[in-house]
């Protein structure tokens, strides 16, 4: 699907251009993306304060300029503000979380988390002001109501997702990248179409005073970069 209706039997083809940077431009642009970058926690302590509207529409309109499997574009990001409906949201999560904290997650997941400190108590989703929530739309729907297989769906939905969390950090906003599993009660709770599956579940503000973060540390460019 384009973004309006069916796709033509053949794109028409626009000339492409992009401006040459110098290498020493190209040098520092790379560098002040890695530092923006840089600055990026996972946050666990959002302060309530609200966060302007337009903030989130325009990192929400930088996540669908991700690319995507035929640019099929299957995604949809609820925004959620209303406190009754991240309440409910919360109940839910926290209902879920329980249970994976104890039983469901096998023993090696929970060694996995323990540094991490984390347990099934998300106050986070009642208290940050935003909640994005990602679907991935596994097929869409023509005008007849058929199917439309789409091809790569959890791949494009998760570039699309790190283009949002990468938009609200340039912007200043902290992120939690939450998955309380499973998470079909997004579905029914934001009441979403069928072929639309939760994807993340992602509280935006700022961090909350006094908000402290893991000194977790990422892994230095030899270990994760290979030249051959
Ligand atoms: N969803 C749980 C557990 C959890 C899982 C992973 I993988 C994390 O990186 C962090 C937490 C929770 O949010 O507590």
Not at 52 to 80: H, K, R, Y
Not at 208 to 227: F, Q, S, T
Request: charged letters at 25%; aromatic letters at 8%.
């Amino acid at each position: 699907m384009s973004a309006s209706g069916p796709p033509p039997e053949t794109y028409p083809t626009l000339p492409y251009e992009r401006e040459r940077l110098s290498r020493e431009e190209m040098i520092s642009a790379a560098r002040a993306f890695l530092e923006t970058l840089r600055k990026r926690r996972t946050v666990r302590e959002f302060s309530s304060d609200p966060v302007p509207d337009e903030v989130i529409s325009l990192a929400i309109e930088a996540a669908a300029s991700a690319p995507s499997g035929a640019n099929q574009q299957p995604w949809t990001f609820v925004v959620v503000r209303d406190p009754a409906v991240k309440r409910e949201i919360r109940i839910a999560a926290e209902k879920e979380e329980h249970e994976n904290y104890n039983g469901r997650m096998p023993d090696e997941w929970l060694r996995a988390l323990a540094p991490l400190q984390t347990d099934w108590h998300k106050e986070f989703l009642e208290i940050a002001p935003v909640l994005i929530v990602v679907f991935r739309q596994d097929y869409g729907i023509d005008d007849q109501g058929r199917h439309v297989t789409h091809y790569y769906a959890g791949e494009s939905a998760g570039i699309a997702s790190g283009f949002l969390l990468a938009a609200l950090n340039a912007a200043g906003l902290a992120t939690l990248t939450h998955t309380p599993s499973p998470m079909g009660f997004l579905r029914e709770i934001l009441g979403r179409p069928k072929n639309e599956k939760p994807y993340l579940l992602i509280p935006v503000g700022y961090p909350a005073e006094g908000c402290r973060v893991p000194d977790i540390r990422k892994k230095p460019l030899r270990e994760v970069m290979v030249e051959r």
